[in-house]
């Protein structure tokens, strides 16, 4: 299934959600790393502290295995709703590219989480 999702992001944990999604940890997860990996590159901030994509899951429960390995550690508050096709509907910052800008540095600056 395909799926809309909606998440608030935990901004003390950016840092370490860009470096699990760069350095092999998640990317190598199997079966949904890159999905993983895509979704995010995929996602937009829809406000200072929410961030939505769209993602395929074939769990019963949505996202189950990429929450309980990924989501539930660097994200809150994580609202699922089936959709039947993606739109170019999702507007925002580039999460990735603001991930990239950030966060790049430990001492980088949270503003633009703020």
Sequence with gaps: MLYRV???IDKLRMKAFYDALTD???PDQEPDGA???NAMQQAVLTSNDTLEWYESCLCDTPLKHERETVYDKYLQ???TTVVEKRKDDLKGNSFWACLE???FHL???LSEFE
Excluded: N, P, R, W
């Design 6 to 8: 909606k998440a608030k």
């Design 24 to 26: 092999g940890y998640i």
């Design 35 to 37: 999905e993983i990996v």
């Design 77 to 79: 508050i994580i609202e």
């Design 101 to 103: 800008d950030k966060h």
């Design 107 to 109: 001492d980088d600056d």
